[in-house]
Structure formats: structure tokens, C-alpha cells
């Protein structure tokens, strides 16, 4: 994708009234862009801002309703003339064992981590795919690649992520579209504060690592290693660059948890290497 030198880019950011999102609204207005910005709270978003506005269209977006993402996209071309990046940032973190977290639990957190950014990914592509060019980006995590106990329900929608963007990747790469996967570690957000974090509704005592991990994420809020502000700079930078490679790993934490993940796998593979074929119908 070639990014718009000759004219103010369109971005669609989701979740910003904090965090990463509302930085990458930041920066992106003081760099002169146009934002549409989906939230659930406009209230909280523009409180949020002290940036100069007159280029943002806040937007009040549940983004697990259909008809509301797709009129919040038509909203955004209608006021800017066009799309050309696509950020799908919302997200929040759930901490329970696996026995522990409800159908309720499971259905909100992939309402939003995956039916909602497939929301935005039907409503947004058929413009990029029409002008031949744009780019999406999808925040995930470390743990889009790494799981951890206590995290299961988080990595399932943060793996379910990585998949469809894979694939998605490859199939839009030919309208010169580029996908870019942000896999954040833990960064100085609100994310771990308890605005963010959801916990489940009833717990057993039979896990007491899982509630000393909550405990010990909690008090881990204002110490975590990734900077926000640089994080965003370096995803804008990345998208603006035309780069479309299609990871963008951020923090040496997330860093070393993914390369153990490859080790581990790597070994996996390489001791299956003479057996994997032992299920296969003889030649
Ligand atoms: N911070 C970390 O350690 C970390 C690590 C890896 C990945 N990430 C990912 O980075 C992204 C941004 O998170 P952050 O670190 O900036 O955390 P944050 O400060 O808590 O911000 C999360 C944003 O997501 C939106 N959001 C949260 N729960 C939502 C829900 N139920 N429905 C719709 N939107 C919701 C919120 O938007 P509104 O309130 O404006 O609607 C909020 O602005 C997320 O996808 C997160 O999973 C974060």
C-alpha cells in the first residue's frame, strides 16, 4: 500500500477513549490525519483529548452490532471523502482459570475481540478492496502467540485474531492491502486497572495461583514495560513507512515470550519430524 502523501489520511480507530487507542488518536491528529474514532463513551474519549479536534469524528459505536459498525464506516466516507487505515485496537483482558469463566464470559469477550472486528472488517474492506489500497491493523498481543494459564478466554480471542489476519493477509495482499498484527506485551495502559480487566463471576478455590496472578497483575499497573506513546508512534510509523510486513512486535517482553514460544514449538516439530507421517494412508 502507498500511503497518501498528497492529502490528510483517513484513519477508523476502535476503542479510544483510553489507552493505546486514544494515544494513536493523539498522534494521529497532531500529525494533521483525519480520525474516526469509535468508543463507547464520546464523553470520555473528547475529556480524553487536549489536541487540537476539528479533524476527529468521535464515534458512539457498540461495536458487537452490525448495523451500527457499518453506519459508523458510512459516517466516516461521508465526512472524509475516503478510508485508508483501519485499526481494529478494542480489547480488554479476562483473568480466570478455564473452569471458572462463564458462557456469558466467553460469548461478550469474542463478541468483541472477534465478531466485532469481523463488524469492522465487512464494512470497511469493500472500500480499501475498491480503491486499491489501505491498510488494516489488528491489535493483539503476546498472547495472540504464547498462552499462559489464567489467560485461556483472552489467548482465544487473541489467537482467534491472529488466524483470521493471517489468512486475511493473504487475501487481500492482490488489492494492494496491507494487514499488520500488533503484538503488544504488557504496556502502561489502562489495561490491567480494573476499568479494563474483567473477572469472572464466581471462582473456586482451587485455583490460588490464578487469584495471586490477579492480585499480582493488579499492583503490575503503572510498572509495566511498554510505553504507549512510543507504542503508537511506531505502529503509525510502520503503517505510514508502506511496510507491510506482517508482524509488529512490541516490547522486549513480548519479544522473549514469543521467541520461547518458537523454541518450544520448533522442538516440538523437530521430535515429530520421523512420527507425523505414521497417520498417513501408504503410498
Ligand atoms: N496494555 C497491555 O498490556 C496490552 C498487551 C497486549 C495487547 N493489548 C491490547 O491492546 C489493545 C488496547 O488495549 P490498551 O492496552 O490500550 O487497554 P485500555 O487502556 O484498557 O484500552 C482498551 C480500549 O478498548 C476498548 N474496550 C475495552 N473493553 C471493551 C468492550 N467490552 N467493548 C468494546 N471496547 C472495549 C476501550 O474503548 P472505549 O472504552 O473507548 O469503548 C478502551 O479504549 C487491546 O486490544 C488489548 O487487548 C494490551
Known amino acids: 500500500m502507498t500511503f497518501p502523501t498528497d492529502r490528510p489520511a483517513t484513519w477508523f480507530v476502535t476503542g479510544t477513549s483510553r489507552g493505546l487507542g486514544l494515544e494513536l488518536v493523539k498522534q494521529l491528529l497532531e500529525r494533521g490525519d483525519n480520525v474516526a474514532a469509535t468508543t463507547r463513551s464520546t464523553e470520555?474519549?473528547?475529556?480524553?483529548l487536549d489536541t487540537d479536534t476539528t479533524r476527529l469524528l468521535p464515534l458512539a459505536v457498540d461495536l458487537r452490532d452490525e448495523a451500527a459498525v457499518a453506519q459508523a464506516v458510512r459516517q466516516t466516507t461521508d465526512r472524509f471523502g475516503g478510508l485508508?487505515?483501519?485499526v481494529n485496537n478494542a480489547g480488554y483482558g479476562f483473568l480466570a482459570a478455564v473452569e471458572?469463566?462463564?458462557?456469558?464470559?466467553?460469548?461478550?469477550?469474542l463478541d468483541v475481540q472477534v465478531a466485532g472486528v469481523w463488524n469492522v472488517l465487512r464494512a470497511t474492506l469493500p472500500v480499501l478492496r475498491e480503491q486499491r489500497?489501505?491498510?488494516?491493523?489488528?491489535?493483539?498481543?503476546?498472547?495472540?502467540?504464547?498462552s499462559v494459564p489464567g489467560w485461556a478466554l483472552y489467548c482465544a480471542g487473541k489467537y482467534a485474531l491472529e488466524g483470521l489476519s493471517?489468512?486475511?493477509?493473504?487475501?487481500v495482499a492482490g488489492f494492494g492491502v496491507g494487514v499488520t498484527i500488533v503484538e503488544p506485551g504488557y504496556f502502561r495502559t489502562g489495561f490491567l486497572t480494573t476499568d479494563s480487566l474483567a473477572l469472572p463471576e464466581n471462582t473456586t478455590p482451587a485455583y490460588p495461583e490464578i487469584r495471586e496472578m490477579v492480585e499480582n497483575h493488579l499492583k503490575l499497573q503503572?510498572?509495566?514495560?511498554?510505553d504507549p506513546v512510543r507504542g503508537a508512534r511506531i505502529t503509525i510509523e510502520k503503517v505510514v513507512s508502506g511496510d507491510t510486513s506482517l508482524r509488529l512486535v512490541l516490547g522486549s517482553d513480548s519479544h522473549a515470550y514469543a521467541t520461547a514460544k518458537v523454541h518450544a514449538l520448533q522442538a516440538t516439530l523437530d521430535a515429530a519430524a520421523s512420527t507425523a507421517s505414521a497417520s498417513d494412508f501408504p503410498a
Open 44 to 48: 470520555r474519549l473528547l475529556a480524553a
Open 84 to 86: 485508508d487505515v483501519v
Open 100 to 109: 471458572e469463566t462463564s458462557d456469558r464470559d466467553v460469548r461478550d469477550m
Open 133 to 146: 489500497g489501505g491498510h488494516v491493523v489488528n491489535v493483539s498481543s503476546v498472547l495472540g502467540l504464547t
Open 166 to 171: 493471517e489468512a486475511l493477509a493473504g487475501e
Open 222 to 226: 503503572g510498572n509495566q514495560l511498554g
